[in-house]
C-alpha cells in the first residue's frame, strides 16, 4: 500500500512541476513580467522562480528511480537486461536534448523552413519512442520506428545551422534540457543498479557528487568530469534517490510524525547550506549550476515532496490535481507537445494579440498554455498515444 500512494504523491509532484515547467517556458517569449518570476540573467548573483524548475524536476526524477529500478530488481531482472533498459532511456533524452540544441541554432539558409524542421524531428520522435500497444502487429511498429528513424536521418543530413555566412552542422554545443536528465539519470541510475539499492551506499554517492560540485565551484578543481561535468544535475537527481528511499525507512521506523519532523529539518537545512556557501562557490546561478543552486532548490524540493506526502499519501486529495494528472503519468508527451505547437505557429507566422506578449496578459497566456498542453496530453494519452522510454 505504501508503494502505491507513494508513486502517487511523486506523479502529482511531477505533474505540477512539469506545469509550471511549460509555463516559464512559455513566459519566456513574454515582456514586462515580475522579474521574481523569470529566469536571473547570466551572471546574475540569484535565483527567481523560473530558476527552480528544471532542477526540482531532476530531484523528481531521483525521486522514481528507487521505483523504477528497484522494481526491476525485485522481479529479479538480470544486471544485464536492467543495465540494457538504463542505456535505451538515457539514450533516447540524449538524443532529444542533443537535436533540440541545434533546433536553437537552426538557419535561415537551411533548405527546409524551420518549423517544417522542428515539426518532422518532433514526429519521429513520436514515431520512435511511442508506447506502441501489445495488440499491434510487430510489421506494422517495426515500419513505423522505421519511418521515424528515416525522418530524423534526412532531417540529421539537411540540418544547416549557424548563419548563411557560416554555416555549421549538427554539433553538441550543451545537451539540452532533455539531455542533462539522460545523462544524469545514467550515473544515477547506473549507479542505483551497481549498488543495488543499498541506502549507506547512495548516500556516501551523493555526498561525492556533492562534493565535486562544491569544489569545482570553489576553484579546487577545474575540470568537468566526464559524463557528470561539475556534478550539479547528478547531484540534483542523487538527492532525489537518497530521499525517496528515506521515505519508507522513516515510516516504517517512525511514521509520519518523524517524517515531518525529519524532512522539514533536511530541507531547510539544505537551503540554509546554500546560503552559507554562497560566497564561496560563485554565488546562486542556475545557468552556472553551483552548489548553492544546487542546495536550495534540492531543500525546496524536499518541503514540497513533504508536502505532497501529506495531501496526497495522507489527506488523499489526489482529486485536487486530477487536471493537470496526464502531466505526472505522461510526461515527455507533455513535454514535447509544446514543439509541435511552435512548429505550426512558424509555419503559418502565428503570433499572439499583443495583450498577451506582454505583462498580465502574457502571463495569462503561459497559464493557458499550460493546460493546453496538458489537455492535449491528457486526450492523446485516453487514446495510448504516449512517449515510453
Known amino acids: 500500500m505504501l508503494q502505491q500512494k507513494r ?15 511549460i509555463f516559464v517556458n512559455d513566459l519566456s517569449d513574454v515582456r514586462h513580467v515580475p522579474l521574481w518570476i523569470d529566469h536571473v ?22 525521486l522514481s528511480i528507487p521505483l523504477a529500478i528497484g522494481r526491476r530488481i ?13 542505456l535505451l532511456r538515457s539514450f533516447a533524452l540524449i538524443v532529444m536534448g542533443f537535436f533540440h540544441v541545434n533546433l536553437e541554432e537552426y538557419s535561415i539558409a537551411a533548405l527546409i523552413p524551420a518549423g517544417v524542421w522542428e515539426f518532422l524531428l518532433t514526429l519521429s520522435f513520436f514515431l520512435i519512442w511511442l508506447d506502441y500497444p501489445e495488440t ?43 539531455g542533462i536528465i539522460g545523462w544524469a539519470y545514467l550515473v544515477c541510475a547506473g549507479l542505483y543498479l551497481i549498488v543495488r539499492g543499498n541506502f549507506m551506499a547512495l548516500l556516501v554517492l551523493l555526498i561525492l557528487l556533492a562534493a565535486i560540485n562544491v569544489c569545482y565551484h570553489a576553484a579546487i578543481i577545474d575540470i568537468k568530469l566526464p559524463l557528470i561535468k561539475d556534478g550539479a544535475a547528478a547531484s540534483l537527481m542523487m538527492f532525489g534517490v537518497v530521499i525517496s528511499l528515506l521515505y519508507p525507512m522513516i515510516i516504517s521506523k517512525g511514521g509520519y510524525k518523524i517524517l515531518w519532523l525529519t524532512f522539514a529539518l533536511i530541507g531547510l537545512a539544505l537551503i540554509g547550506l546554500g546560503f552559507i556557501i554562497r560566497p ?15 542546495f536550495i532548490c534540492t531543500g525546496i524540493g524536499v518541503l514540497f515532496f513533504e508536502l505532497f506526502i501529506w495531501l496526497i499519501d495522507v489527506k488523499g486529495k489526489l482529486s485536487w490535481f486530477k487536471i493537470i494528472k496526464p502531466a505526472g503519468t505522461s510526461t515527455l508527451t507533455c513535454y514535447l507537445i509544446p514543439y509541435f505547437m511552435v512548429a505550426i505557429f512558424t509555419i503559418f507566422d502565428f503570433s499572439y494579440p499583443n495583450v498577451f506578449n506582454y505583462g498580465a496578459g502574457g502571463i495569462f497566456r503561459s497559464f493557458a498554455v499550460s493546460f493546453i498542453v496538458i489537455l492535449i496530453t491528457g486526450l492523446l494519452e485516453k487514446r495510448r498515444l504516449r512517449l515510453k522510454i
Not at 525485485?74 to 538504463?86: C, E, L, N, Q
Open 136 to 178: 499491434m502487429a510487430k510489421i506494422k511498429k517495426y515500419i513505423l520506428i522505421s519511418i521515424g528513424v528515416i525522418i530524423l536521418a534526412v532531417l540529421t543530413v539537411l540540418y544547416k545551422g549557424g548563419t548563411p555566412q557560416a554555416p555549421v552542422g549538427l554539433n553538441a554545443s550543451w545537451w539540452g534540457i532533455l
Open 280 to 294: 564561496y562557490t560563485e554565488g546562486i546561478s542556475k545557468i552556472h549550476s553551483t552548489p548553492s543552486w544546487v
Open 7 to 21: 508513486l502517487l504523491s511523486i506523479d502529482v509532484f511531477r505533474a505540477v512541476n512539469m506545469f509550471f515547467m
Open 74 to 86: 525485485d522481479k529479479g531482472d538480470s544486471f544485464i537486461s536492467t543495465a540494457g533498459y538504463i
Open 41 to 62: 540573467r547570466e551572471n546574475v548573483d540569484g535565483m527567481h522562480f523560473a530558476d527552480t524548475i528544471f532542477p526540482i524536476f531532476l530531484f523528481i526524477a531521483g
